[in-house]
């Protein structure tokens, strides 16, 4: 086992220990997630930096209109899951469960993409192929059995709109990550950060849950 790998387990069991924490603790999930989104934004500030470097109207107008909108979104966020734990326990397994179709989705991507190999996804990151892709989709479909019944009975959903809008969100994960990783290639970096040893930064692990909790969301409601 690589040194790189053990670094990326030894980091995901940390992070799985703070997701049951955050899950219990209210106290934990608040200031949790006040970190995580001021560092998430601060390494997205640097992408931006970086992309628009040139010190012209253009540039500095664009750093201005994308830094402040990525501020508010995230704010959004952030703000969204704590109320929604804080105030609405019902709509808070809701929205746990849009964030673990995104961890699935990147679970799936990175197992099935790894054994299976084949054709590149896109350009825009080498290490994704079609085959990863269709792990992520089905990884995400594997919660459905365990919250089936909580959305049936929260949004009086049928089994195929729960899985149509699953599968969605599993896609805007998917997305999310794909932004990202353009964002880096443009950045000309491989890592948002090198803060959590073997992931790189923050913003390259909440990527897709960044994009999947507010469309998730609104995609319940339509479906309401």
Same mark, same amino acid.
């Given at each position: 086992?690589?040194?790189?790998?053990?670094?990326? +387990?030894?980091?995901?069991?940390?992070?799985?220990?703070?997701?049951? @924490? +955050?899950?219990?603790?209210?106290?934990?999930?608040?200031? %949790?997630? !006040?970190?995580?989104?001021?560092?998430?934004?601060?390494?997205?500030?640097? @992408?931006?930096?970086?992309?628009?470097?040139?010190?012209?109207?253009?540039?500095?107008?664009?750093?201005?209109?994308?830094?402040?909108?990525?501020?508010?979104?995230?704010?959004?966020?952030?703000?969204?899951?704590?109320?929604?734990?804080?105030?609405?326990?019902?709509?808070?397994? @809701? !929205?746990?469960?849009?964030?673990?179709?995104?961890?699935?989705?990147? +679970?799936?991507?990175?197992?099935?993409?790894?054994?299976?190999?084949?054709?590149?996804?896109?350009?825009?990151?080498?290490?994704?192929?079609?085959?990863?892709?269709?792990?992520?989709?089905?990884?995400?479909?594997?919660? !459905?059995?365990?919250?089936?019944?909580?959305?049936?009975?929260?949004?009086?959903?049928?089994?195929?709109?729960?899985?149509?809008?699953?599968?969605?969100?599993?896609?805007? %994960?998917?997305?999310?990550?794909?932004?990202?990783?353009?964002?880096?290639?443009?950045?000309?970096?491989?890592?948002?950060?090198? @803060?959590?040893?073997?992931?790189?930064? !923050?913003?390259?692990?909440?990527?897709?849950?960044?994009?999947?909790?507010?469309?998730?969301?609104?995609?319940?409601?339509?479906?309401?």
């Amino acid at each position: 086992m690589s040194i790189e790998l053990k670094k990326r +387990i030894i980091t995901s069991i940390l992070l799985f220990i703070l997701l049951i @924490l +955050i899950s219990i603790y209210d106290y934990i999930l608040i200031v %949790s997630l !006040i970190i995580i989104g001021i560092i998430a934004w601060i390494e997205f500030y640097a @992408l931006i930096s970086k992309i628009f470097k040139k010190s012209n109207y253009k540039n500095i107008a664009l750093r201005f209109i994308l830094k402040a909108a990525s501020l508010l979104y995230l704010t959004y966020v952030v703000s969204i899951i704590i109320i929604s734990k804080l105030n609405l326990p019902d709509f808070y397994i @809701l !929205i746990l469960y849009i964030i673990l179709i995104s961890i699935m989705t990147d +679970i799936g991507g990175l197992i099935v993409g790894k054994i299976f190999k084949g054709k590149k996804l896109t350009k825009i990151s080498p290490n994704k192929t079609i085959s990863g892709s269709i792990g992520s989709f089905v990884f995400s479909l594997f919660l !459905i059995p365990f919250f089936y019944n909580f959305l049936n009975l929260y949004t009086n959903m049928s089994f195929f709109n729960i899985f149509l809008i699953t599968l969605f969100i599993s896609f805007i %994960s998917q997305f999310g990550d794909l932004f990202i990783s353009l964002m880096k290639r443009k950045a000309n970096v491989k890592n948002t950060s090198d @803060l959590l040893p073997g992931h790189g930064g !923050i913003l390259d692990r909440i990527d897709g849950i960044v994009f999947a909790v507010p469309l998730g969301i609104l995609l319940f409601k339509i479906f309401l």
